[in-house]
């Protein structure tokens, strides 16, 4: 599949910080996604978006699916060590399947 | 809830050998199994989508006589990789997607190493 173009690819994060990453892409897509990818597992679902301009919750986590359809952004509050791994977004045309981001890897400042 | 397991979750071969992996929906039906390998620090590349009781479709570069896909039931699908080489030494994730995208899950992956 197409590769989206996320950003930024890494930050560090502090306790209590908020921090956000975003992807964009050429193409349009129907649904956007966000995961989560901790070392030597699989990817976990945190939002799913459906609709142009939908801002979705998830817990700390927020996510917006871009008006032009080819962007979207994720928002986590108050960040705390657990946050840490490595975020990919992942856009849709509608057949289950997934374009991904290079991924956004989170580590906490020392 | 609904998982996805693979088995096995590691494995160590040798150069020329064959590999199956398996992965299994729990408590849904996958319709549709879609395979992934992520070499380190690096996104998912798709390399393969099966729908269950079809041949699998395979992304371009990747070679099917290579990776054998099947999808044999809703609940089942495998790949093996044939003669493995070092260089196919990788993730390997499946995902099966059942009729909505809060129905799709990521299995927990098999790290592949060929010596």
């Known amino acids: 599949g197409q590769q989206l173009n996320q950003s930024p690819q890494s930050m560090f994060i502090q306790e209590g910080e908020d921090v956000s990453m975003n992807c964009t892409s050429s193409s349009i897509f129907n649904t956007w996604l966000w995961y989560k990818q901790d070392p030597g597992e699989g990817p976990v679902l945190l939002i799913a978006?459906?609709?142009?301009?939908e801002l979705t919750s998830n817990g700390r986590l927020t996510a917006q699916f871009g008006i032009t359809r080819k962007d979207s952004f994720l928002n986590i509050s108050a960040s705390i060590p657990s946050d840490v791994g490595i975020y990919f977004c992942?856009?849709?045309?509608?057949?289950?399947?997934?374009?991904f981001g290079a991924g956004t890897t989170v580590t906490v400042r020392a | 809830g609904a998982v996805v397991s693979q088995h096995p979750s590691r494995v160590i071969c040798k150069s020329g050998t064959s590999v199956k992996i398996e992965c299994r929906s729990l408590?849904?039906?996958?319709?549709?199994m879609f395979w992934y390998r992520q070499f380190p620090k690096q996104s998912l590349m798709l390399m393969a989508t099966s729908n269950e009781g079809s041949k699998a479709t395979y992304e371009q570069g990747v070679e099917k006589d290579k990776f054998l896909i099947n999808h044999a039931s809703l609940t089942l699908s495998t790949l093996t990789v044939t003669s493995a080489h070092p260089e196919d030494s990788s993730f390997y994730i499946c995902?099966?997607?059942?009729?909505?995208?809060?129905?799709?899950?990521f299995g927990p992956g098999t790290r592949l190493t060929v010596l």
């Open positions: 978006l459906y609709k142009a301009g």
């Open positions: 992942a856009g849709s045309g509608g057949d289950y399947k997934l374009s």
């Open positions: 995902r099966g997607a059942g009729s909505s995208y809060n129905e799709q899950f």
């Open positions: 408590d849904f039906q996958a319709t549709t």
